[in-house]
């Protein structure tokens, strides 16, 4: 098994000092590279989103105009299509500018070659409609949120100024201050002290409340992209799940080739020196010499069938032990604490058993990190705790049977007082669990800081 815990600590060698920046975050966040990127990408949404709407309206206007003549069908896919290519520059530039990796929709798979085939799968297609409807929806809201924002940063900017320009103009304009009110004879004025005094203050407010607007009107630019310009979560779930089915395919193929390696090393290896010790037994006594060599063989035999024996019902508990199938959860993780070398606290409150095959997972991921407790931690004394919660995580597919009701989650908790330093790195035994648990909608967190102490949570759906 690759080793999940390592000699270094899971965290950054060289953490960022605190107070490494003497200006606080508000007052850089006007002048950060992150405000001046959203700014410019609602700058450049008006126009982008003009193209697209006019593309929108034409395309709409002339595929309906020309139903009656068989042409708007075909049309109408093409320009379902340009809709999809018009999507992919619009998640260019929030990828360039807002820092949003939004995929690409599924492809077009026309059932067969041919023309026809291919204008069905555009037509059929949910990703390009969205595309057609993000034309539609955007324009709107790229008008409103273009003079929102132009107007506030320029008007923010302009106030702040104001004390600058107003006392460099004013000793040639002989202006005695801004007027409030007059009536010809009489006239009220603001001193240019107060004025610039004023506005300074607000331009001040404005300009630094300025980053927190863009973010916001760029949150509604991020979800319309996000719903309208990426794959669907069909289509999301398909990929996940083809994802996970390789995992799966990929752990059940390690563990046969396991099986049958244990098998040809171990039980394997012992029945052929068996049968060639009893072969030659056999022989001498066939021959009639019966001595101590006969009787020294068949000992030596005996000795062999019973580590053959314990090999083979090592190999059966690895694959699944019989104590998890008639007892449960709680008396087979007791007997696996009994077999560790690290002493083991067991704790399991569960008021019925989850679904077999949650139940062997969760078995196995326990003696897994228990292994890794007992070769690697330098632990003195490790707890295992098993519960099922009911409204933990989000509802699964499995989980909404019975009218949408939610099962809960089945949680796993394994924490030991060693050296810690775990991680989940690439190619580490963690890693590896992690993908085996993301197979079946579960979820693995490691918290080990160096030093320790490490504790590992495992979340697993219950399908009870």
């Known amino acids: 098994m690759d080793t999940a815990y390592s000699a270094h600590s899971a965290y950054p060698a060289h953490p960022a000092r605190p107070g490494g920046h003497r200006v606080p975050a508000g007052l850089r966040a006007p002048f950060s590279g992150r405000t001046w990127r959203e700014f410019l990408?609602?700058?450049?949404?008006?126009?982008?989103?003009?193209?697209?709407?006019?593309?929108?309206?034409?395309?709409?206007?002339?595929?309906?105009?020309?139903?009656?003549?068989?042409?708007?069908?075909?049309?109408?896919?093409?320009?379902?299509?340009?809709?999809?290519?018009?999507?992919?520059?619009?998640?260019?530039?929030?990828?360039?500018?807002?820092?949003?990796?939004?995929?690409?929709?599924?492809?077009?798979?026309?059932?067969?070659?041919?023309?026809?085939?291919?204008?069905?799968?555009?037509?059929?297609?949910?990703?390009?409609?969205?595309?057609?409807?993000?034309?539609?929806?955007h324009f709107p809201w790229a008008l409103f949120a273009f003079v929102f924002a132009v107007t506030?940063?320029?008007?923010?900017?302009?106030?702040?100024?104001?004390?600058?320009?107003?006392?460099?103009?004013?000793?040639?304009?002989?202006?005695?201050g801004i007027q409030l009110w007059g009536d010809g004879g009489t006239a009220l004025y603001v001193s240019p002290t107060v004025t610039a005094v004023v506005s300074g203050v607000f331009g001040l407010l404005m300009v630094l409340a300025g980053p927190w607007v863009f973010r916001g009107l760029t949150q509604v630019d991020r979800l319309l992209v996000r719903g309208l310009l990426g794959p669907s979560p069909l289509a999301t779930r398909v990929i996940e799940l083809e994802s996970d089915r390789g995992a799966v395919v990929d752990t059940a193929a390690a563990d046969l080739r396991r099986i049958e390696r244990d098998l040809h090393d171990g039980a394997q290896a012992r029945l052929v020196a068996l049968a060639m010790d009893l072969g030659l037994a056999k022989e001498k006594l066939a021959e009639g010499r019966i001595d101590e060599s006969v009787a020294r063989m068949v000992d030596e035999a005996h000795g062999e069938v019973k580590i053959a024996l314990q090999e083979l019902r090592d190999l059966a508990r690895g694959i699944h032990p019989a104590i998890l199938t008639d007892r449960g959860l709680g008396p087979a993780l007791s007997a696996l604490a009994g077999r560790c070398t690290v002493p083991v606290t067991v704790q399991v409150d569960l008021a019925r058993r989850p679904a077999p095959a949650i139940e062997g997972i969760a078995y196995f991921t326990v003696s897994e990190l228990l292994q890794n407790v007992a070769k690697h931690s330098a632990a003195d004394h490790a707890t295992v705790d098993v519960w099922h919660d009911e409204g933990c995580g989000p509802a699964g597919p499995s989980d909404k049977g019975g009218g949408g009701?939610?099962?809960?989650?089945?949680?796993?908790?394994?924490?030991d007082d060693g050296r810690g330093g775990a991680g989940a790195e690439a190619g580490g035994g963690l890693a590896g669990l992690a993908e085996r648990l993301d197979s079946v909608d579960g979820l693995l967190v490691v918290d080990s800081p160096a030093g320790g102490p490490t504790t590992v949570t495992a979340e697993l759906p219950w399908r009870g």
Do not use: N, Q
Not at 405 to 415: E, F
């Open 152 to 176: 506030f940063w320029s008007v923010g900017w302009a106030l702040l100024s104001f004390p600058f320009w107003y006392w460099l103009v004013r000793p040639y304009a002989s202006l005695p």
């Open 405 to 415: 009701r939610r099962a809960g989650r089945l949680m796993l908790l394994v924490s």
């Open 41 to 137: 990408h609602l700058c450049l949404s008006l126009p982008v989103a003009c193209v697209m709407f006019a593309y929108a309206v034409a395309l709409v206007s002339l595929s309906a105009g020309l139903l009656i003549t068989f042409l708007g069908i075909p049309v109408l896919a093409g320009g379902l299509v340009g809709s999809r290519g018009l999507g992919a520059l619009e998640r260019a530039r929030a990828r360039a500018l807002l820092r949003l990796d939004v995929a690409a929709p599924e492809p077009l798979r026309p059932s067969k070659p041919g023309l026809v085939a291919w204008v069905g799968a555009v037509l059929k297609s949910g990703a390009s409609w969205r595309h057609l409807l993000y034309a539609f929806l």
